[in-house]
């Protein structure tokens, strides 16, 4: 848990959609926006008055900058071979295009992960708890000693990044406070660094070991291990020893081989650069199965091309002069994907410098001559190409001034959607300002206070008057002594509401808000971040331990159940067995088990450790209400890869795993998966689910059900994998659904069509209209506005006014689509909804940044709709919600936290006077539930 991760408890307004099934996305994130492009199927989820939207995540999108909190983290484990977890997790369907990613929660100290890593084959969860929530400034882009940092990932096809090696591109202000090394390739400069190469560095017994992110850290020898006299250890200093280093003589050769392992099971095999003695370079990837990547290099030092598991190559042809350029290119045998290719400049600085990356071309669609609906019908296609721009003098010289995107072009200047100021604070040139695509100025102040360093965090819109909402970020002074290995991790974070948020109290109201909160934070005795305890602004203690390898082994906070503490332990595997999960302890008893089954096996090709062919997780004996004490186990076998063949569930149900054979479209991809019914299990069926997929593993059509009804699902996918069109054939029933999807200049799904269908399969009427729409207009990710189709399905495309008076073109939209727009605070935040009938729709939030109040407004006239009110640690504790406008009359619910005000919301107050009073075990679960009516009704 870091603060960079978690967000102030706040309720936002911004309407989103959940994707039901997303098999293609392009993601275009700058700082705090993200623009998602959705696959498939979506479900609209409103929040309050306004309109849903689409977007590839049920949450609102922050638009500011994150302070992070360590000067050269993560300084821990880093994704594979070196990419951190900006590359990772952020394709989350298949067939992920081209990713230009400026943001996400990277950089910061470890979180406490889970027992086999991210994303690795064979992974079992353990049960993780809660962790404490830290509020923090949006976005990843500065960090706490007010360096900068964009990580950039980049296009790749799936079957590529199938086992977690990301490409991408990490620019920083700095690589280290204590280390300047530069990149770990050829001509990059100390700013800029591929994400998944790694260089080690012997350096007088140690290895200085720098990332692909740039990160800088120091492994010394491992003293407190005996290991074989022929083989070397090494530990990475000053924080657990989340990467470990091994040198051996591999197959009896006279070289030694130098390897990197990872908790997770992942191993990289290091090769001598040629001409540089001491200094080591990847030759090979292994995921926790042994499924190997390899890495060629150019003469020149250059990455030729990485090779996966199934034949696909990612290529560098590199041409090197002023300026540098780097083309990427993806082929499979003799195929060439050329939809995917992409290109990146240098400058021909000592830094060299990014100038410019040009991202493959794409297909959007723009405002409609005749009226201010989009045109579907004829879509524009274009490559994007951002370019970076640098300070030519003063203290700022050479460090990242603007990032400008050409699709946004205009009058032949592109658009700026980053800018950076700097100044010198605390004995060093630190970022001061950035403004963002939509305005936004973020700002950052340094000061000594002893015994603390701050760093206050507040963001604005030019000219917008008053006082923004601060985060103060309070760091031992330490951490500005250079010989000191004290990362940036602040030991208290306090949150002041400025005069942006409009006080609670504002409104008569007897709740006084808190001038401010605080949160007190203490690590684990490490430089890595991890969190030891977390004191909340109400009290509420938390309490967290981790071993070596950064593995949450326990979990201390507030009984959910009444007074006092609860812990919840975890134990794991050493480095030997990748760390995997051995068991769960939980307050009650209800413990876990975690029984790898058939033996582990030795790793190959000589690599430490060891596999295991299945595990199988089993609870404690559990009473049931008529069968007596059972034991409840699920199984997973994996085959040789390390993929799940079978799964067995509780219930005995078999989920039988089908993967395309090797030199097949979608090859060693899951192709299909069966489910098994055991005998005598009556009243049920075999079933299957079966996919297609090509070649950059796409997913282009699902079927479902028994071989004689089944329903089918064919994709249309664009270049790049991100879905066009769905159409969904209903069993036997012979009726097929089409969905289209349509995106704008900033990649969001802008328009979604569905056939004009009834039962049969038909349109209603022969002259009605073909497709039914829906349309999102959007400035990035901030929806101006919505328009939604509310006409009969029976009427044909030219509609008049229900007058029967014919609208211009500009305004004949209104006929038939309802619109809905939205305006916002300085902040970025939702301040007004406007509906089709011109009522508008207030959104009144706190200086927290809690919505607390929504008010309609008509013709001058302001009713409060609801309103909320909140704790000291945010969390709800009283709503009332309009029942008459005209008698001024409200519906009050009430709620209280147990523990103390410490622990859950469990006992509910309705506006009748019934109490609800929930009873909690120590798993935070329900044992009871009890109801009694009040003679008296809490109404105002």
């Known amino acids: 848990m870091h603060v960079g991760e978690s967000r102030l408890r706040r309720a936002r307004s911004e309407t989103h959609v959940v994707s039901a099934l997303a098999t293609g996305q392009l993601h275009l994130a700058f700082g705090g926006l993200l623009v998602a492009l959705i696959g498939l199927a979506a479900s609209s989820v409103a929040s309050f008055d306004s309109r849903a939207r689409p977007s590839d995540s049920a949450r609102a999108v922050d638009r500011s900058p994150v302070v992070q909190t360590s000067t050269n983290a993560p300084r821990t484990d880093d994704g594979g071979t070196g990419s951190d977890a900006a590359c990772r997790g952020i394709y989350d369907g298949v067939g992920a295009g081209p990713l230009l990613f400026f943001s996400s929660d990277t950089g910061g100290p470890p979180t406490a992960k889970s027992p086999d890593g991210p994303s690795t084959p064979g992974s079992i969860p353990s049960p993780q708890r809660a962790q404490p929530a830290l509020p923090s400034a949006p976005g990843s882009t500065v960090r706490a000693d007010g360096s900068v ?255 400008t995107d050409s699709r946004l072009a205009s009058g032949g200047s592109a658009y700026v959607v980053r800018q950076h100021t700097y100044a010198v604070a605390l004995g060093r040139t630190r970022i001061a300002t950035q403004i963002d695509e939509q305005g936004l100025i973020h700002s950052f102040a340094y000061s000594q206070q002893t015994p603390y360093v701050s760093l206050a965090y507040s963001a604005a819109e030019s000219g917008a008057g008053g006082s923004a909402t601060t985060i103060t970020l309070d760091l031992p002074e330490s951490v500005l002594n250079a010989s000191s290995g004290t990362p940036w991790l602040p030991a208290r974070i306090t949150v002041t509401p400025g005069s942006l948020g409009k006080p609670r109290v504002a409104n008569g109201d007897t709740d006084v808000e808190p001038s401010s909160l605080t949160w007190q934070i203490a690590y684990s005795g490490c430089a890595c971040g991890l969190i030891s305890s977390v004191i909340t602004p109400s009290g509420a203690l938390y309490a967290l331990a981790h071993d070596e390898f950064g593995n949450l082994t326990s979990w201390t906070g507030p009984n959910p159940a009444g007074t006092g503490n609860v812990t919840h332990t975890w134990t794991y595997h050493g480095l030997d067995r990748a760390g995997r999960p051995m068991g769960y302890d939980a307050p009650l008893g209800a ?277 909320s009110y909140f704790d000291s640690d945010l969390v709800l504790k009283r709503q009332r919600r309009l029942l008459n406008a005209t008698t001024q009359e409200y519906a009050i619910t009430q709620y209280v936290r147990n523990n103390g005000g410490l622990g859950p919301i469990y006992r509910n107050i309705s506006p009748t006077g019934l109490y609800t009073d929930v009873g909690f075990d120590a798993l935070e679960r329900a044992v009871s539930v009890i109801r009694a009516q009040n003679s008296t009704t809490l109404l105002e």
């Open 591 to 867: 413990d876990l088990s975690y029984d790898y089954l058939n033996s582990w096996i030795t790793r190959t090709d000589q690599l430490y450790g060891q596999k295991p062919q299945s595990v199988e997780v089993r609870t404690t004996p559990i009473t049931g209400s008529s069968s007596g004490a059972q034991i409840l186990s699920t199984r997973i076998d994996f085959d040789q890869k390390g993929r799940p063949a079978q799964v067995t569930d509780v219930g005995g149900v078999v989920f039988d795993h089908i993967y395309g054979a090797t030199g097949t479209s979608g090859s060693d991809l899951l192709v299909g998966i069966t489910r098994v019914v055991p005998q005598g299990m009556g009243g049920d069926t075999p079933n299957q689910v079966a996919i297609t997929i090509d070649d950059l593993g796409r997913v282009t059509q699902v079927r479902e059900g028994s071989s004689t009804h089944q329903t089918v699902i064919d994709v249309v996918n664009d270049p790049l994998g991100r879905t066009k069109s769905v159409t969904n054939q209903l069993g036997t029933t012979g009726v097929s659904s089409v969905t289209e999807y349509f995106r704008d200049a900033f990649e969001n799904v802008a328009v979604i069509r569905r056939k004009n269908l009834d039962e049969n399969g038909s349109k209603p009427l022969g002259t009605a209209r073909t497709w039914l729409r829906d349309e999102w207009h959007y400035h990035y990710d901030r929806l101006l506005e919505s328009y939604m189709d509310r006409a009969s399905v029976e009427l044909a495309e030219n509609l008049q006014d229900p007058t029967g008076s014919t609208l211009g073109a500009d305004q004949r939209h209104l006929a038939w689509m309802a619109r809905y727009q939205f305006g916002y605070r300085v902040d970025g935040q939702l301040e007004t909804v406007t509906l089709p009938n011109d009522a508008v729709n207030k959104y009144e939030i706190d200086g927290y940044g809690t919505l607390y109040r929504i008010v309609a407004d008509q013709g001058g006239l302001g009713v409060e709709l609801g309103r």
């Open 149 to 403: 940092v964009y990580h950039m990932a980049l296009p790749e096809p799936p079957s590529i990044r199938n086992g977690g090696i990301g490409i991408g591109l990490t620019y920083r202000t700095w690589t280290d406070a204590a280390y300047q090394e530069g990149s770990a390739t050829e001509g990059f400069g100390e700013s800029l660094h591929f994400s998944f190469i790694d260089q080690v560095t012997e350096t007088e017994g140690n290895l200085q070991w720098i990332t692909g992110t740039g990160d800088v850290n120091l492994a010394v020898p491992d003293t407190g291990a005996q290991y074989p006299l022929s083989e070397s250890w090494w530990v990475v200093q000053d924080h657990f020893a989340l990467s470990r280093f091994r040198m051996y003589l591999r197959n009896g050769e006279q070289s030694p081989t130098l390897e990197r392992y990872r908790p997770n099971g992942t191993v990289i095999r290091y090769q001598p650069k040629p001409n540089t003695p001491g200094v080591w370079r990847p030759a090979k990837y292994f995921d926790s199965y042994d499924n190997a990547w390899t890495f060629t290099w150019r003469s020149d030092y250059r990455i030729d091309k990485i090779s996966d598991a199934r034949g696909m190559e990612t290529r560098f042809a590199w041409t090197v002069g002023s300026p540098t350029t780097c083309s990427v290119s993806y082929w499979k045998g003799a195929q060439h994907f050329t939809d995917w290719d992409w290109s990146m400049q240098l400058d021909a600085s000592s830094q060299g410098r990014l100038t410019s990356i040009q991202l493959p071309a794409t297909s959007y669609v723009v405002d409609d001559a005749n009226g201010p609906l989009l045109d579907v019908a004829n879509p524009v296609t274009d490559a994007r190409v951002v370019t970076f721009t640098y300070h030519s003098s003063g203290v700022e010289a050479g460090l990242l001034n603007t990032i």
